[in-house]
């Protein structure tokens, strides 16, 4: 212990910043709500301002800060799409495939024209199989676009050996999503319900069928997905790494599951079965509900369950009437925005989700300067060191375990901006010639194709990037024990060139606070330095990582995100946890990085009053009654709000900076807040 503090002092004197009184404060007045005391309404006085000044776009059922630098992001991604449309390219380049899968989703005129025809034979050919038999046959044709029903199967590391890939088996089928909207009762959910069968009808009936058979139809994919639903786990039990680890071998899955076509489904997709003889199952109990559901389906379900898959999947790409309705289920009832994005916007966002990484290297060549990059890795390393310093000075700890501890944090693999190395993307095909649903097609065989090379057989490429250089997001990945920053998210509100430290280390240093703490919250605790899923936690430890974790569940439970809806603290326990060690941790490296040189006041405001400011500016944003409920359900993440005043009241530093007190309504005894790092 005594080595590593030793250590992490040295680090921290050399990575302490100049002083900085030529850098701005990096905050809008403009955004605040003076008018509201911020130990009553912390939100509300950082963000009332920016509220009011940005009122909910129609197109949109949750709009805040994060999402305009998205659509910032969204603008100049396009920005270059509609630069490729001036220029002619040789076949098989990457400006050619950019540029004319654009022109496809942009050319609303010819996909009106086509209709849903371009879906039709396989349709056809699914009305005409008889049984169950031929039904398989067809599926098995389709596994190589990625189609799978009733269950998932594919590679991924393996987390109890995470060098190594190996197939993994996780619940599926549930096109809502997860099983409360099929099983729960509320009126709300019910709405949702009886409007998703409303969707499923109009859907078919889009694609030719009467009312009468689409509603059979509608039946039939009702009782499977209900019947999956009953067995599958809900969103806060898959949060558990320890009890979704199942390994078996493929006779043993064979034994257990015999009516799930394991072996057909993945030799369809190109795998050969010596890889598929060991496996991670994640849910037993689901599959051996998913068995029987398949044991006992008619030809007429199973027929029509495949048929749904491929409704549903290709509405986006075939005319505006089935776009339309796919808007009207999912964006206006399920989230309640009230109006589409532009073509312009959707299509940009339909070719990112299949040739984003290429877009990505455009990107970060116009947009991501390595300045940029240079002050990212001295954050970092900064924070690194913060919450080392954190860690080392828990007194519910034994040195063992935080040897351990700051063993895994001193072997954080770092990501900043964009990758080393770029996939290669010369076997997609991209043909003017076809539909824009073709198209989309080849691109999910050439991806299933590309993943299936680059993870059978084959150990974990810690290379790999999960997000692409454009995307306004970070990530922790516990299996290769890695942090990334892509380049999307290193701009304002998160990361300010031209600000100094306090907004900084408030805004884009607790995001990275963030994602260094999951490596320790609940999940990412149960994996070692090398990314191995086993416990390294002194038993008494843990017992007390337990005990303080559950408060905040408890805490987050009671509050009241709605009059008639509580938040889910369990759900959203990691995310939680993550924000309380981010703020933590960035506040102890900002003050380590000014304590030579401490700012001064700006704006009327000290330099510790503008470091929270910056972290709730993240925060800012108007939401539908719609998505809160959605995201109640569904988001491991806390609503915006409650991430700020959920967060800030067990923050001592928080008091301090704004002089809050007993009686203030946000403010909590200090015996009573919660502390982890």
Known sequence: MKRFLTMMTMASVSMMMMAQTELGSGLNEADFNKNVRPGDDFYEYACGGWMKNNPLPAAYSRYGSFDRLQEDNDKRINGILKELQSNTYAKGTIEQKLSDLYKLAMDSTRRNKEGVAPV??????LEAAKTVKQLLAIQLELAPYGEQEFFYAGFGADEKNATQNIL???????????????????????????????????????????????TKKMQNVMKVETALA?????????????????????????????????????????????????????????????????????????????????????????????????????????????ENHPLWKRSTGQVERVMGEALGKIYAE?????????????????????????????????????????????TFYVKVGYPDKWTDLSKLEI???????????????????????H??????????????????????????????????????????????????????????????????????????????MHDWWKEADGKNFTERTDKYADFFSAIKVLPDLNGNGRLTLGENLADHGGLQVAWTAYKNATKRNPLGEKNGLT???????????????????????????????????????????????????????????????KQERLELW
Not at 241 to 266: D, G, H
Not at 390 to 409: E, H, P, Y
Request: proline share 4%; charged share 25%.
């Open 120 to 125: 039709m034979p396989l349709i056809k050919k």
């Open 168 to 214: 993994s088996i996780y619940q599926s089928g549930l096109t809502l999503g997860q099983k409360e909207y099929y099983l729960d009762n509320d009126k709300a959910t019910a709405g949702i319900r009886e409007a998703f069968k409303k969707h499923v009808v109009k859907m078919f009936q889009l694609f030719g069928f009467s009312k009468s058979a689409a």
């Open 230 to 338: 009953k067995v599958s786990k809900s969103r806060t039990e898959l949060r558990d790494p320890e009890a979704n680890y199942n390994k078996m071998t493929l006779k043993e899955f064979e034994a257990k599951y015999p009516n799930l076509p394991l072996v057909k489904v993945m030799n369809a997709k190109g795998i050969d079965t010596k890889f598929l003889q060991e496996m991670v199952v994640g849910q037993p109990d689901f599959l051996e509900g998913a068995n029987r559901v398949v044991g006992a389906l008619k030809p007429a379900e199973y027929r029509d369950v495949l048929e749904w898959s491929l409704v549903e999947g290709s509405a986006n790409y075939l005319n505006d009437a089935a776009a339309a309705e796919s808007f009207d289920f999912y964006g206006k009832i399920k989230a309640g925005r009230k």
């Open 366 to 410: 116009k947009y991501f300067p390595e300045a940029a990059k240079q002050r990212m890795l001295t954050l970092i390393k900064n924070l690194q060191i913060a919450l080392g310093e954190r860690i080392a000075a828990q007194d519910w700890m034994d040195d063992s375990t935080k040897v351990n501890a700051l063993l895994k944090l001193n």
């Open 431 to 453: 043909d003017p010639a076809k539909s824009f649903y073709d198209n989309m097609q080849a691109c999910a065989k050439f991806w299933n194709a590309h993943n299936i090379e």
């Open 455 to 532: 993870t059978v057989g084959k150990p974990v490429d810690r290379d790999d990037w999960h997000m692409t250089p454009q995307t306004v997001n970070a990530y922790y990945n516990p299996t290769t024990n890695e942090i990334c920053f892509p380049a999307g998210i290193l701009q304002y509100p998160f990361f300010d060139m031209t600000a100094d430290d306090a907004f900084n280390y408030g805004a884009i240093g607790v995001v990275i606070g963030h994602e260094m703490t999951h490596g320790f919250d609940d999940q990412g605790r149960q994996f070692d330095k090398d990314g191995n």
């Open 607 to 669: 330099a510790d009053q503008r470091f929270f400011h910056a972290y709730a500016g993240v925060w800012a944003g108007n939401i539908t009654e719609a998505e809160i409920r959605n995201r109640t359900k569904s988001d491991p993440h806390s609503l915006g709000r409650w991430r700020v005043n959920g967060a800030l009241p067990h923050i001592d530093a928080w008091y301090e900076a704004f002089g809050v007190k007993e009686g203030d309504k946000m403010f909590i005894p």
